[in-house]
């Protein structure tokens, strides 16, 4: 039995529409494609086919609608990580250098001759 044929006969109490399954389902693929445990045994070998397999049989649990924002905040908020106030306060090693470089480069003595000819009259 093909996997794609079982689509028609599916309980449509569990899903609202068959667009809702293949977003479950490639969700679920993208996970087993980056090394995502398999829910039991399958006798599919793609990944593709192994998530539409597990979403249709109920092993795949998943959010909609304001549950799902709610958990992509928490999500995005706990790998958030503190800024540490003392990181700033140190001057950076490249920064120096770099400064050190650039000073070479810069001709101040226009700007002090000036000032000194000023000085003089």
Do not use: W
């Not at 996997?3 to 399954?21: A, G, M, V, W, Y």
């Not at 969700?27 to 087993?32: G, M």
């Not at 649990?61 to 306060?89: G, Q, T, V, W």
């Not at 001057?91 to 470089?101: L, S």
Request: net charge negative; charged share 30%; aromatic share 6%.
């Amino acid at each position: 039995m093909d996997t794609l044929s079982l689509l028609p006969k599916h309980n449509q109490k569990e899903f609202d529409s068959r667009f809702r399954i293949v977003l479950i389902a490639a969700q679920r693929a993208k996970q087993l494609v980056r090394g995502g445990k398999h829910y039991g045994t399958s006798k599919f070998t793609k990944e593709t086919s192994r998530a539409l397999e597990e979403v249709l049989h109920g092993q795949v649990s998943y959010l909609i609608a304001e549950e799902a924002k709610e958990a992509i905040r928490n999500a995005k908020r706990s790998n958030e990580r503190p800024i540490d106030p003392a990181l700033y306060a140190q001057p950076d090693e490249n920064a120096q250098e770099i400064k050190k470089e650039l000073s070479v480069y810069i001709d101040d003595t226009a700007q002090h001759l000036g000032t000194v000819v000023e000085a003089e009259e």
